[in-house]
C-alpha cells in the first residue's frame, strides 16, 4: 500500500542553524510534491512545490529537493529563527494536475531553540 | 480576501447526535477537499469535488458520513448518528485549477 513517511515526530534545531526534514515515500509515483506548514489551531498553510522532472526549488529561507530514484524529499530552512518553529507536512498527489486530494505524511514538529 | 471560511470552530455533542460542518470556499476556486487529522493518523482526505460534484469519496469512512455542495460556494459534511471515534479536527480546503490548496482553521469535534 501507498505509504509516506516524515523522519521524526520532533526536531529540535538551535536558532541560526539549518534544519533539514525527510519526506519518504512508497508505493507511490507522484507528479509532484508539496511542503506545508502548520502552527497549533490553525490549518496548513502551503510553502513549496516540486514537480517530479524538479530537482531542487528555493523561496527565500527555504530549500526543497526531490528524488524520485530514492522516492525522498528533503526539506530545508537555513538561518532558522524561533519563529519556524511549528509541524511541516508533506504531501503528494499521485495523478497530478493538482484536482485530486493529497496524501499527507504525519508530520514534523520543529523546535527552534533560542 | 477571506480566506476558507469553516463553521462552527468547536462542536461538542453526544454520541447518537446529528453533527453537520460547514464550509465556504474562496471565491472563484473550483476544487473542494474535506480532510480529517487525528494524532494517530494524521491528516486524511475524506471526500473532493470538482466544479461541485463529488469525484472521490473513497475516504469517507462509512454511511454515517455524508457531504454534500449544492452550489460553488459553500458545501457541508455530515456525520449521522454521530460517534465518539469521529472526534478529529475537520478541515475544508479549496483550490482552483490545480494550484496548491488553501486550507480552513478547521472544526474541532469531540463527540461525548
Known amino acids: 500500500s501507498q505509504k509516506i513517511e516524515q523522519n521524526s515526530e520532533a526536531l529540535n534545531i538551535q536558532e541560526g542553524k539549518t534544519a533539514t526534514l525527510t519526506c519518504n515515500y512508497t508505493?507511490?509515483?507522484?507528479?509532484?510534491l508539496q511542503w506545508y506548514r502548520q502552527d497549533p489551531g490553525r490549518g496548513p498553510v502551503f510553502l513549496l512545490l516540486?514537480?517530479?522532472?524538479?530537482k531542487e526549488k528555493r523561496k527565500e529561507r527555504l530549500k526543497v529537493t526531490f528524488d524520485t530514484t530514492l522516492k525522498q524529499s528533503l526539506f530545508h530552512i537555513t538561518a532558522s529563527q524561533p519563529a519556524d518553529s511549528a509541524t511541516y507536512l508533506c504531501?503528494?498527489?499521485?495523478?497530478?494536475?493538482?484536482?485530486?486530494?493529497?496524501?499527507f505524511g504525519k508530520g514534523t514538529h520543529l523546535i527552534i531553540q533560542p | 480576501d477571506a480566506g476558507v471560511i469553516q463553521s462552527p470552530r468547536h462542536e461538542v455533542t453526544e454520541m447518537g447526535q446529528e453533527v453537520t460542518l460547514r464550509c465556504k470556499p474562496i471565491?472563484?476556486?473550483?476544487?473542494l477537499f474535506w480532510y480529517r487529522q487525528t494524532m494517530m493518523r494524521g491528516l486524511e482526505l475524506l471526500i473532493y469535488?470538482?466544479?461541485?460534484?463529488?469525484?472521490?469519496d473513497s475516504g469517507m469512512p462509512e454511511d454515517r458520513f455524508s457531504a454534500k455542495m449544492p452550489n460553488a460556494s459553500f458545501s457541508t459534511l455530515k456525520i449521522q448518528p454521530s460517534e465518539p471515534r469521529d472526534s478529529a479536527v475537520y478541515f475544508c480546503?479549496?483550490?482552483?485549477?490545480?494550484?496548491?490548496?488553501?486550507f480552513g482553521d478547521g472544526t474541532r469535534l469531540s463527540i461525548l
Open positions: 516540486i514537480r517530479e522532472n524538479e
Open positions: 471565491s472563484g476556486h473550483n476544487s
Open positions: 504531501a503528494l498527489d499521485a495523478r497530478g494536475g493538482g484536482a485530486d486530494g493529497l496524501t
Open positions: 480546503a479549496s483550490s482552483f485549477r490545480g494550484e496548491p490548496q488553501h
Open positions: 469535488f470538482n466544479n461541485n460534484v463529488p469525484i472521490d
Open positions: 508505493n507511490y509515483s507522484p507528479a509532484y
